[in-house]
């Protein structure tokens, strides 16, 4: 049974005194999603079934193909197709051209490769603005202390399959502007600042975006296309993360786990006193 994401099925479970059991177990579901501009294929990605008009819309942000000021006319799914649910089209609003040259994925996107379909490391770094100073934004660190735990508050998913990343936005006072969960963590994050895209609240000059699993220079990259100034990761960053958020004056935290973390970049926008 599928439900929000998550198959039931039934396994052999060995128990602690070596018996064997029949129960039930929750599973996150994992199928692609084809992503087309009227009948030109942008993508396909891999992801959990679930806010696939943010998937999308997020995935053409990131990318390059649409800009933060442009919008979307509907989504649609391919009439007829017998997997038409796993077949988005987008139909952007009249007037709004794609960039669809930027777009320079190759075959399916596994849920957790990320940058692996591009042609070079050398092609993500897009023309995206780096962040402003840190006047007038900072965080406490307390503040940034309580994130992990309210995000874990609005993973459902997780609390049910232990086997979901999730990605939250929050505002600067901790609260959760909205947290999604995906098999794959840079869907997750697509899915996060495409909601953020699709209510017109770019720039997201005043939040955080807080990721479940480590953070590389393709989430950067993402949190970079939404004008997002602090990036906190629960595990570790690669050295191109790090190396790009210090050209872009992003801050960069790893490790967040309470009550320890890392500063990799722009230590100015965390309060310590």
Sequence with gaps: ????????????????????????????????????????????????PGNDEELAAGFLLSERIVRASDKVDKFSRFPGARNRENIITVTLAEGVKAKLNSARRFGTISSSCGICGKESIAAIRQNFPPIESAKGFRIHFETLLSLPVRLRQNQGAFARTGGIHAAGIFALNGKP??????????NAVDKVI??????????????????????????MQKALSAGIPIVVSVSAPSTLAMEFARECNQTLIGFLRP???????????????
């Design 194 to 219: 495409g909601r953020a895209f699709l209510d017109h609240e770019l720039p997201l000059a005043s939040c955080i975006l807080l990721v479940s699993g480590r953070a590389s220079l393709e989430i």
């Design 259 to 273: 009550p320890s973390f890392n500063i990799y970049a722009h230590t100015e926008r965390i309060i310590f006193d």
């Design 177 to 186: 502007r909205w947290v999604r969960e995906d098999i794959g963590r840079h």
């Design 1 to 48: 049974m599928k439900v929000e994401g998550i198959a039931s099925s039934q396994v052999i479970r060995r128990k602690q005194d070596g018996t064997l059991e029949y129960q039930p177990d929750d599973l996150t579901i994992e199928e692609p999603l084809e992503i087309r501009i009227g009948r030109k294929t942008v993508a396909t990605t891999m992801r959990t």
